[in-house]
């Protein structure tokens, strides 16, 4: 964003907008953080600016206002008074989006047992067909048949749980 983004024009614009929603213009925190072009492959339009090219998605939350508010990094810094905070957000998840992408791009190892593995980050990673046309990721002594919240049924999604295992999100905005 570019930086008259942080114009005060920019800021009484936002605030002009929660005012006329009946909102609170302090008291905001951030309930949730995510890639919106990982998670549905499309861009998010912010609801307090409008910006129609919001990546990583801040979700924000109050105790004095009835819904949750999604926007975008400055808006998100805008709301909680932290523009620095809600920037340093963004960074790890796109950082982690980035190692997501690299990982997909590992070649996995057939064994003749038909174990898939992987050493990665010198840990060793296996994914295992199950009769049942299912999959399971094991990790250590840890090991999921789901990703999000759905027993896996292809590889692909298989190597997308064995990331979420080995490099799980660290929810530093609930810190
Ligand atoms: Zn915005």
Redesign the pocket.
């Known amino acids: 964003m570019s930086a008259e983004a942080y114009s005060k024009a920019y800021i009484a614009r936002?605030h002009k907008t929660l005012k006329e929603w009946g909102a609170p213009l302090d008291g905001w925190f951030v309930f949730n953080v995510y890639d919106c072009l990982e998670e549905a492959n499309e861009l998010f339009t912010?609801?307090?600016?409008?910006?129609t090219q919001?990546r990583i998605v801040h979700v924000m939350h109050n105790h004095h206002y009835f819904e949750r508010i999604s926007?975008?990094c400055?808006?998100a810094g805008i709301m909680e008074g932290d523009i620095l905070a809600a920037k340093e957000r963004e960074r790890l998840v796109k950082n982690r989006a980035k190692r997501r992408k690299n990982f997909l791009k590992k070649t996995w190892e057939e064994t003749r047992y038909g174990v898939s593995l992987l050493w990665y980050r010198g840990k060793r990673l296996r994914i295992f067909r199950l009769g049942n046309g299912r999959f399971k990721v094991c990790y250590n002594n840890t090991s999921t048949e789901c990703h999000k919240g759905k027993p896996i049924t292809d590889f692909l999604t298989a190597v997308h749980a064995a990331f979420d295992l080995i490099d799980p999100v660290v929810e530093i905005w609930h810190a």
């Open positions: 936002c912010c609801e307090l600016c409008g910006c919001v926007v975008g400055i808006c």
